[in-house]
């Protein structure tokens, strides 16, 4: 998948980021509940009172980003799918709370950064070097957000080339000299990495659903992710239905999302494992960021589906 036009996010227009520069947004996150140490003491009667120290915290989130990209970079960008499901994590800390998560195709970082702040392990993951490089940046430009260094760690995931195992097998068979295996230490898979992820509540992908292939590729990951998973592991995705004209078209359709949901259908049918879910309520999710909603995105929350459930309308 070549491309040489250039791709501006609506988000970043709407935020009148010059396209031609590199920039950073700044964001205030609403408040948390953090709990502290907690004390035993004795009432005047000698019974034993238990304190619990809780306190509110706001934090600022900064986020390096590109004002403008190739089709292949667009991680390098902020997307409305990202925003959604940042509200949605914001706005139910209490479902994340203590969670081990993964976000697949993380781009900027932005939901998984807000993952980090109540999870108790967060991994995000994306596969081109460029915007894995950005990520690392974000990671470190908001390690105030997360407890401590190995609860936030970046890592390479190609959807296209299975899952962590399976590329560390490929990579040990290959033949890269001892050199090129250093350097991809800092975004490789460890043996405790690879143990986590069979651990692994929480699944994110924002915004992820532009390509065919992609498309393909990203549901037989999750599918791989889910089936190794913790059996109550979700995963949460946002989609803006993007709307084009392709030949023989009447009026503008929303074709890679029906091709997503079609390829779903489609798995369960041929009795691979497929997904079922729902769609959740944006009603109900309140905005953290000042930027208008598409009425187009959609939040879905998934399992894997070893049954042949569909999903629900």
Request: contains cysteine; hydrophobic residues 40%.
């Amino acid at each position: 998948m070549k491309s040489e036009s250039k791709i501006v996010s609506d988000i970043q227009t709407e935020l009148n980021l010059v396209p031609e520069s590199q920039g950073e947004l700044s964001f205030l996150l609403p408040d948390i509940v953090v709990c502290g140490t907690d004390s035993v003491s004795q009432d005047a009667d000698g019974d034993l009172v238990l304190k619990r120290s809780l306190s509110h915290t706001t934090s600022e989130l900064k986020l390096q980003l590109q004002g403008h990209t190739s089709l292949e970079t667009v991680g390098l960008q902020v997307w409305a799918g990202a925003l959604l499901m940042a509200d949605y994590i914001l706005a139910e800390p209490s479902t994340f709370r203590g969670c081990i998560g993964l976000e697949l195709g993380a781009g900027t970082g932005l939901a998984g950064l807000c993952l980090a702040r109540v999870a108790k392990l967060t991994f995000l993951t994306d596969a081109d070097t460029a915007v894995l490089q950005q990520l690392q940046a974000n990671a470190s430009l908001n390690r105030h957000l997360y407890d401590n260094a190995e609860s936030l760690r970046v890592r390479r995931l190609d959807w296209s080339c299975g899952l962590p195992a399976q590329e560390r097998q490929n990579l040990a068979a290959s033949d890269a000299s001892p050199q090129q295996h250093r350097n991809g230490d800092l975004l490789s898979w460890t043996e405790e990495d690879i143990s986590e992820l069979k651990q692994v509540q929480v699944l994110l992908a924002a915004d992820v659903i532009y390509d065919v292939d992609l498309t393909e590729a990203f549901l037989e990951c999750s599918c791989c992710l889910l089936s190794q998973a913790a059996s109550s592991c979700c995963l949460y995705l946002s989609i803006d239905k993007r709307f084009n004209f392709a030949v023989g078209d009447k009026e503008p359709m929303a074709h890679l999302y029906d091709h997503f949901m079609g390829t779903i259908e489609q798995r369960r049918r041929l009795g691979q494992a497929s997904l079922h879910g729902r769609r959740l309520n944006l009603e109900a999710i309140s905005q953290a960021f000042p930027i208008g909603r598409s009425k187009h995105l959609e939040l879905w929350r998934f399992q894997l589906d070893h049954s042949g459930s569909h999903i629900a309308p």
